[in-house]
């Protein structure tokens, strides 16, 4: 079953995400695809994630097709203007990708490449609006398409902000602009969640919680510290510093959070990022009580 | 106002590298507000390029710098001192060196660095404001320009780079996204924000540019 059907069957979804290598070789990123294969619905693959160069989320999405995986192709707005954003969409159909989840890109001057020109001549909303355009067999210039491609559109939402009505505002645009599901930063309270749920309540969507394993408490410092939208409790932060195998313990913070969220029924699913750690995706996922995704 | 910023000294000396006899210009208005290219910095420029060897054989402050037909009448009072001149050193913005560099009939190098349009928010404190991006904007978000302000340029809300209000990309500029939504929650005007913006018709941008009134 794909993302699609299983989102639309309201069963609990899982996806993961998955940086491509900086250099032309995928033999780890085929090798964690291969691990996690049968354990979830869907790969995220990144678009040059913290605009930093690497191999392209396309080739490495086109590779997640070859192995038999269904791939997210996030698509980002910081380098390319909206000729190439459609030329990558129609690619992308045209290589067997069906989900695309928009983004409008980190800044370049976070990256690694910090003299480059961002591009931003399309946000997150407009990425949508183009993937939606297209579906209707036009581009944006209303030229009529030789094949028209079907895509299961997503994006982005921040949950801990401040306003947050003003995220929830953001994400009622993606919605009318084509997003059917949403995957969000990374969330370690649950009670957080909960009122952000609140204020999302009535938007027709499916969400899917982001989960990042955290691996020592000066990782937990660092995000709270340096990362928009991510908080994490000092009480984490402390369960990890006591602990003695910190790695296991993010793992096992990390499995607790999905399951209270399973067990209280909060959303759709959930989207876990390793950040440079997938091979401890099938780990957690292991620890977890979800039913096999396949 | 087009904010102006003086070159590195090393950068101006080697672009009059061979030339002895200098003339220089100002502006009597952005650059002077700048501290960039008044009298009082003309004369300091004038002292340290006769400290390098130099001969200055003239100034003046135009009035102002990007104003053809005034430039060219001007400068053709400065006639003498600008035929004993191998080179002119101009000190306004990139559009008022330009002017002058139209106009004269030796090379003219400039002095400054054009950083924005911007506002003068005290002496000395300037801060980009408009990017002139050919429609305007401020309509529709409590006269804070996202084009600007934010450093996506984002149209339909903010990124999730925010922080405490903050941009993400330097911490010490405003969220234009969060500025503007509490203005116009203020004003009871949020429904604004609801609208989808489309792309944005960057044709209206397309360089260079010219407008001619009454067409």
Aim: include cysteine; proline fraction near 5%; charged fraction near 25%.
């Amino acid at each position: 079953m794909g993302l699609a059907q299983k989102l639309e069957s309201g069963a609990f979804a899982v996806t993961a995400e998955m940086a491509p290598p900086k250099g032309t070789d995928f033999g780890r990123f085929k090798q964690c695809a291969r691990e996690v294969k049968d354990m979830v619905d869907a790969v995220n693959v990144t678009d040059f994630q913290s605009a930093v160069v690497r191999a392209s989320s396309l080739g490495a999405a086109a590779i997640l097709v070859e192995e038999g995986l269904e791939p997210v192709m996030q698509i980002t707005g910081r380098d390319r203007n909206r000729i190439a954003i459609q030329g990558e969409l129609l690619s992308a159909a045209a290589l067997g990708i069906k989900n695309v989840l928009a983004l409008t890109g980190d800044h370049p001057s976070v990256g690694d490449h910090p003299q480059a020109k961002g591009v931003f001549d399309m946000d997150s909303v407009n990425i949508l609006q183009t993937a939606t355009t297209l579906m209707s067999g036009k581009d944006l210039a209303g030229n009529t398409l030789t094949g028209t491609p079907q895509f299961f559109l997503g994006a982005s939402v921040t949950p801990v902000y401040d306003p947050i009505e003003l995220q929830v505002l953001k994400m009622k645009k993606k919605v009318n602009a084509g997003a059917r599901f949403f995957q969000t930063q990374a969330v370690y309270d649950i009670e957080l969640f909960k009122k952000f749920l609140e204020a999302a309540r009535g938007i027709d969507t499916k969400i899917l919680v982001g989960v990042i394993p955290l691996k020592s408490p000066g990782m937990a410092n660092y995000m709270n510290k340096n990362v928009p939208g991510i908080y994490v409790p000092e009480e984490i932060i402390e369960r990890l510093r006591k602990s003695q195998d910190k790695v296991k313990e993010g793992l096992k913070i990390a499995a607790e959070f999905i399951n209270e969220i399973v067990r209280q029924k909060l959303c759709d699913g959930v989207h876990i990022m390793a950040i440079g750690a997938e091979e401890n995706v099938p780990v957690l996922l292991e620890m977890c009580d979800l039913k096999r995704a396949a | 106002m087009v904010i102006t910023q003086p070159k590195p000294f090393s950068d101006i000396l080697k672009f009059l590298e061979g030339k002895k006899k200098i003339f220089i210009t100002g502006c009597t208005l952005c650059a002077t507000s700048c501290m960039t290219g008044g009298e009082k910095e003309i004369l300091a420029m004038k002292e340290q390029l006769e400290k390098e060897g130099k001969e200055v054989t003239g100034y003046v402050v135009l009035d102002p710098s990007c104003h053809k037909l005034q430039t060219r009448s001007t400068l053709k009072k400065y006639k003498q001192a600008l035929e004993s001149a191998d080179a002119i050193l101009c000190m306004a913005c990139g559009d008022g060196a330009q002017t002058v560099a139209e106009v004269a009939s030796i090379p003219v190098y400039p002095a400054n660095d054009t950083m924005f349009i911007g506002e003068v928010e005290r002496i000395g404190h300037f801060s980009e404001a408009c990017k002139a991006c050919g429609q305007c904007e401020l309509g529709w978000t409590a006269g804070i320009c996202p084009i600007t302000r934010c450093a996506k340029s984002l149209l339909n809300g903010p990124c999730g780079g925010s922080k405490d209000g903050k941009c993400e990309v330097n911490p010490e500029n405003d969220c234009a996204w969060v500025l503007i939504y509490n203005k116009l929650k203020e004003s009871n005007e949020l429904e604004r924000l609801l609208e989808i913006k489309g792309p944005k018709d960057y044709s209206k941008a397309a360089n260079p540019r010219r407008v001619t009134v009454g067409k």
